[in-house]
C-alpha cells in the first residue's frame, strides 16, 4: 500500500460508512473495488482478508480488519477523534449505541433487503419477514430519537452519525418499492442530523467519488458511480 490504509468496497455498501469516517477523520487511503456482479467478495484473495466475504475490509499496518463497527471504533481509537476516549464517562453509552447500530438495527435492515437468504423462495414469508424488520428499524429510529441523547446532533459529532446516516438512506431505496411507508421527516432530530451531515465537506467528497447525488441523506436516489455498482 502506498497509503496507510486500503479500503475495500463497492459502491453505497457498508463500505460508505467507513469511507465517510475516513474522510471526516482526513486521513489518506487507497480504495480498492469489489464488483459485486462479479462475485468479487467471494474470490479467495478477498476471503484471505475477510473469511466472511463480506463488505468492507480495512487493510491497515497491522493487518486487516472487517466488520463496520470494528473499523469504525478502531479508526476512532487510532486516531482519537469521533469517539469518547476508552476512559472517558461516556464511552460506555457510547458503545451501547454502536453495537445497537450494527447488532439490532443494521440487522433488522439487512433481514429485510435479503429476506430470501432468512426465509427461503416463499413469497409469503418473505412479504412478512420485510414488514416486521421494517417495522422493527422504526421502533429503532423511535428509540434513537428520544433515547439516545446527547447522541446523533451537530453539537456531538462520532462515528455514530455517520453510521446512522446510512442506514436511514438505505431503508428509504432498498427493496425497491417500499419508499412509500418510510419518511425520515417523522423523526425530526435524526433527520437534522442528516441535513447537517450533507453540509459536511467529507460527505460532499464520498458522494461525488460513489455517487450518491446532492442530497444523499434527505432526498436520497439510488447511486450513480463512476466504476461498479451497489448491487
Known amino acids: 500500500m502506498t497509503a496507510p490504509y486500503r479500503l475495500h468496497y463497492a ?21 480498492a473495488l469489489l464488483e459485486r456482479a462479479k462475485q468479487a467478495h467471494a474470490a479467495p484473495a478477498y476471503l484471505a482478508l475477510n473469511p466472511g466475504g463480506l463488505i468492507p475490509t ?13 473499523i469504525l471504533l478502531w479508526l476512532a481509537d487510532r486516531h482519537g477523534r469521533l469517539a469518547p476516549a476508552p476512559d472517558a464517562a461516556a464511552r460506555g453509552d457510547f458503545l451501547k449505541w454502536l453495537f445497537y447500530l450494527a447488532n439490532t438495527a443494521h440487522t433488522a435492515l439487512r433481514m429485510s433487503f435479503y ?3 432468512y426465509v427461503g423462495p416463499d413469497r409469503d414469508a418473505q412479504h ?7 417495522a ?23 462515528v455514530l452519525d455517520y ?6 438512506r438505505w431503508r428509504a431505496l432498498y427493496p425497491e418499492g417500499t419508499r412509500g411507508n418510510y419518511d425520515a421527516s417523522a423523526w425530526p432530530r435524526l433527520h437534522a442530523l442528516l441535513t447537517h451531515l450533507e453540509s459536511r465537506p467529507a460527505t460532499g467528497r464520498v458522494a461525488a467519488a460513489e455517487g450518491l447525488g446532492a442530497h444523499p441523506f434527505t432526498a436520497p436516489d439510488y447511486c450513480d458511480p463512476p466504476e461498479g455498482s451497489a448491487t
Do not use: H
Request: proline share 7%; glycine share 6%; net charge negative.
Open 136 to 158: 422493527r428499524f422504526g421502533d429503532c429510529l423511535d428509540i434513537l430519537e428520544t433515547r439516545a441523547t446527547p447522541w446523533f446532533s451537530a453539537e456531538t459529532p462520532s
Open 163 to 168: 453510521y446512522l446516516a446510512c442506514l436511514m
Open 11 to 31: 459502491p453505497d455498501n457498508a463500505s460508505v460508512i467507513v469511507r465517510l469516517t475516513l474522510e471526516e477523520l482526513g486521513l489518506p487511503y487507497e480504495t
Open 115 to 117: 429476506a430470501e437468504k
Open 58 to 70: 480495512l487493510e491497515t499496518p497491522e493487518g486487516a480488519i472487517f466488520e463496520t463497527g470494528a
Open 128 to 134: 412478512l419477514l420485510r414488514s416486521t424488520m421494517q
